[in-house]
């Protein structure tokens, strides 16, 4: 929180290195003297309120400086060219400020540059000529991240962009006004991850070159000017796609055979486009799918494919405005963790299939203008979590009911069917001809019913009275917790045999955890689940019940537990209970494999295959939340009780109880960690975060060090002399800086030290 201007005195620090102020509310200029600190490596003012330009020869005084990091503060003016004399430059960020001008393309100069980002500025290119930076940055051999979105760059993308190092993995270009096609040779850029064209004025078809790109994790190119179809060898190669959006374009024909190649895909968008043709049934066996499914706006015909059931892990589906016919099918049931359905805008018939009666998570669902038919089920009522209901202009008959959303006008919306009844007084439907027939009954009875009413309602008061008395009795409310079909305290009660000890799995300082069995929604098997009962006497308990099903709410990925639902509830003593149940997994915890119980004979240990298999495991994990999620999120109590293995002994990492989610996307901390007082495990935990409760991305990843290191020398971290003045570096020393390490070329999230 440190405000004003930065004192120009800092500048008589001859042999200054290391200059950091970010995250505070420093304003006015940065001081001259400061460019004339020529010792200088690593600067940085980024999220502050610093205005004024950087002087032209700013960094002709610079030989030593590695990365600069000025973004988000109110910087104007051009970027200098004097930049090419700080010829060690590695990483310059600068986005979230006011640069404009074109890009100098003296940056080509700097050979060490691998970081790039000049977002959200108003830098300009409207001549060819404004664009000879790109073909001076094909110079920066290292390069690895150009970003470049939200700014007025202008006319055809040079060819010379296909000419760009071949290390680079990150190419934004969003938000632009860039048209013409995209370079044909983009695929030469082979290691490219992430490339991000949407937003701008794109046209023609997507170059088959793409197909080249088979390291590419996400590709945007939604919003643009694009037609054609998509040619089936384009994207049939890019096998390791997680994210792919083709949205809000002019894309037609047929949606390529190919797609179901693309097994790794969490979230497909082809909205908005003008694609034909059937919804191919491969596309359901991507089981990856979780995150989003929307086909919406084209004009896909035929039917909903019966193979829908296979998406036991999507939480969207969006197919309005189509052409689709036929019935909703009844596989639709067996995707559990629903939560949106829009159908709307279909040709579709028949009834509601009742097996959508286990969509207890589903939480808005569009089914209007179709043609559907029947009843109104009254299982949409009984659906908590449902607050968005549209089942307008369609053709149910009888009558609405009147509980559940059912009961609030604004939530839901029944217009345009002609035959429907009953229901709340707001609808000002007619009413159905059973409760015309209870009226004329009612007017006949009312006087008794007076007289029995008054009778029974000194039986309650009596009742009421002697049931205050005894406390044995209350019945168990559950509330909704947002995200997540809810299960109640009574199932997990009887599931448990009370919440027995022979089930007992574990116990840490917030909760127990208890295996049980449940029946699968569609009967028969049974499988095991494991149930973690909050001790909310524990002070922050609650806090890290809210913070596990936040962290885990967004989350999806093969080496982390799955959140299967959450209780909310009051137990049969009326205290607040809580509950989360997880995936079972067989194979207990690492730290069951690396300090087995003494006396246990069938005790296995883990060979360096495994070891390696399950440090890697943990490793993309961590990689996955640090990086690639919704929003970073940081795990903060890393160690080996918390690494679960499955039957194929496949780690998951598990117990987010003090996980912390990074907001406003690799910026500033959500909320002050202190009144949580110290988080994760000694030994574990690194040094400095311990002293001043400061959590970042390094904290787990030090934590990693020492999981590792645990898994090859087989000491526990508890014995003071095995992390006695263990750095970072020190990690690096050993060796040990594989793929977590990684995650620290992060540089918003993660400062780099090493
Ligand atoms: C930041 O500094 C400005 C003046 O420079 C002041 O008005 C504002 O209150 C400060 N904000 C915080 C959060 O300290
Ligand atoms: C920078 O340093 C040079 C010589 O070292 C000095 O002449 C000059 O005045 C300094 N500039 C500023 C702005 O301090
Ligand atoms: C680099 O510094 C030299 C003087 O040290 C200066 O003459 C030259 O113009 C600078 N280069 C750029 C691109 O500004
Ligand atoms: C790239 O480097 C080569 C030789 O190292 C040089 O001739 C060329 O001018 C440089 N190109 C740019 C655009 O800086
Ligand atoms: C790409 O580089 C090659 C060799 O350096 C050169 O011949 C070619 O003209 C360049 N292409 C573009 C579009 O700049
Ligand atoms: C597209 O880019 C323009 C200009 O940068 C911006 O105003 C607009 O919000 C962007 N739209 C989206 C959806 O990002
Ligand atoms: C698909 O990727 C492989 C491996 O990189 C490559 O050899 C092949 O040429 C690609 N196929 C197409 C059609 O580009
Ligand atoms: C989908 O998967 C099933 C079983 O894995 C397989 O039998 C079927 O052929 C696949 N469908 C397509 C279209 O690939
Ligand atoms: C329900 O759907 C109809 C037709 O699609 C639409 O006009 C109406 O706005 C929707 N109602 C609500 C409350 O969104
Ligand atoms: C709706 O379905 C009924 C049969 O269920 C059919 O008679 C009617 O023509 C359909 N209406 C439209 C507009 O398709
Ligand atoms: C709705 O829930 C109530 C009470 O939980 C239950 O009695 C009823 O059978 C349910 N109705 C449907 C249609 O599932
Ligand atoms: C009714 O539904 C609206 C929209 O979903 C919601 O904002 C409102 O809180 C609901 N009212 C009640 C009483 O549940």
Redesign the pocket.
């Known amino acids: 929180m440190l405000s004003g201007a930065i004192p120009s005195s800092l500048g008589r620090l001859p042999n200054l290195l290391w200059l950091s102020l970010g995250y505070n509310n420093l304003s006015g200029a940065v001081p001259t003297t400061i460019w004339n600190i020529s010792s200088l490596v690593f600067f940085s003012v980024q999220q502050n309120m610093l205005t004024g330009t950087i002087p032209p020869n700013a960094f002709d005084a610079l030989p030593y400086l590695q990365s600069i990091y000025i973004d988000h503060n109110r910087f104007h003016g051009q970027i200098p060219a004097s930049i090419a004399n700080a010829s060690e430059m590695s990483l310059l960020q600068l986005y979230y400020n006011f640069f404009d001008g074109v890009v100098p393309p003296e940056l080509g100069r700097l050979r060490n540059l691998y970081w790039l980002q000049i977002s959200v500025n108003l830098l300009q290119a409207r001549e060819p000529r404004d664009w000879g930076f790109v073909a001076a940055l094909a110079n920066c051999s290292q390069l690895e991240v150009l970003e470049m979105?939200?700014?007025?760059l202008e006319g055809v993308l040079p060819d010379s962009l296909s000419n760009l190092s071949t290390s680079l993995m990150h190419l934004s270009l969003?938000?632009?006004?860039i048209s013409g096609i995209i370079p044909r040779d983009i695929g030469n850029l082979v290691n490219l991850q992430n490339l991000d064209l949407?937003?701008?004025s794109f046209t023609s078809t997507l170059p088959s070159s793409l197909s080249r790109l088979n390291n590419l994790v996400e590709l945007y190119v939604?919003?643009n000017k694009m037609s054609g179809s998509i040619d089936p060898w384009t994207v049939g190669n890019l096998t390791n796609l997680n994210n792919l959006g083709l949205s809000k374009n002019a894309f037609s024909g047929r949606l390529p055979s190919t797609i179901l190649k693309l097994a790794k895909l969490l979230a497909l968008d082809l909205s908005g486009n003008s694609f034909t043709g059937p919804i191919p049934k491969g596309l359901f066996n991507i089981s990856a799918l979780s995150v989003n499914l929307d086909l919406s706006h084209n004009n896909m015909e035929g039917s909903i494919p019966q193979e829908i059931g296979n998406m036991k892990n999507l939480v969207v589906i969006n197919a309005e405005s189509n052409k689709l016919t036929g019935a909703i099918p009844d596989t639709l049931g067996e995707c559990q963790l629903l939560q949106n359905l829009f159908l709307q805008n279909n040709i579709l018939t028949s009834t509601i299939p009742s097996s959508m009666s286990q969509l207890k998570g589903l939480e808005s669902l569009d089914l209007s203008g179709n043609n559907l038919s029947g009843q109104i089920p009254k299982f949409l009522a009984n659906i908590t979590m449902l607050n968005y209901l549209n089942l307008s202009f369609n053709s149910f008959i009888g009558e609405v009911p009147n509980v559940g959303i059912f009961a609030n006008a604004t939530a839901f919306s029944i217009r345009g069917n002609d035959k429907i009844c009953g229901g709340i007084p707001d609808l000002h439907l007619p009413p159905c001809s059973s409760q015309l027939e209870n009226k004329r009954q009612k007017s006949l009875v009312i006087p008794i019913v007076t007289l029995a009413a008054s009778i029974v309602i000194l039986l309650l008061i009596c009742l009421f009275l002697s049931w205050r008395k005894s406390t044995s009795t209350k019945i168990p409310a559950t509330t909704s917790l947002q995200g997540h079909p809810l299960t109640s305290y009574a199932q997990l009660l009887r599931a448990t045999n009370g919440f027995s000890t022979t089930n007992l799995l574990g116990s840490g300082a917030f909760g127990t955890v208890f295996k049980r069995n449940i029946e699968s929604q569609a009967g028969g098997s049974t499988c095991h689940v494991a149930v973690k009962v909050l001790k909310l006497q524990t002070p922050g308990a609650f806090k890290s019940f809210i913070a596990e099903c936040e962290a885990l709410r967004n989350l999806r990925h093969r080496n982390l537990v799955k959140i299967i639902t959450a209780c909310s509830s009051i137990d049969n003593r009326g205290n607040d209970f809580k509950a989360i149940v997880f995936e079972f997994m067989p194979n207990g915890s690492l730290e069951d494999w690396l300090h087995p119980d003494t006396n246990d004979e069938t005790a296995k240990c883990l060979n360096l295959l495994e070891r390696v298999t399950i440090l890697l495991d943990v490793a993309y994990a961590l990689d996955y939340l640090h990086c690639h999620g919704h929003a970073p999120v940081l795990h903060c109590d890393l160690k080996p009780s918390n690494v679960l293995l499955d039957t194929e002994m496949v780690a998951h990492l598990g117990d987010f109880g003090l996980a912390k989610i990074l907001v406003e996307t690799n910026s500033i901390l959500q909320q002050s960690t202190r009144s949580m007082g110290f988080r994760g495990t000694i030994g574990y935990a690194p040094p400095e975060y311990g002293a001043g409760n400061m959590v970042s991305a390094q904290s787990d990843i030090y934590s990693y060090g020492i999981l590792a290191l645990e898994m090859v020398t087989g000491k526990k971290p508890t014995d003071s002399k095995f992390i006695e003045g263990l750095s970072l570096r020190r990690f690096a020393e050993l060796g040990l800086s594989g793929k977590a390490m990684d995650v620290g070329r992060h540089p918003a999230v993660f400062e780099p030290r090493e």
């Open positions: 979105g939200a700014n007025k969003s938000g632009n006004e949407s937003n701008n939604t919003e």
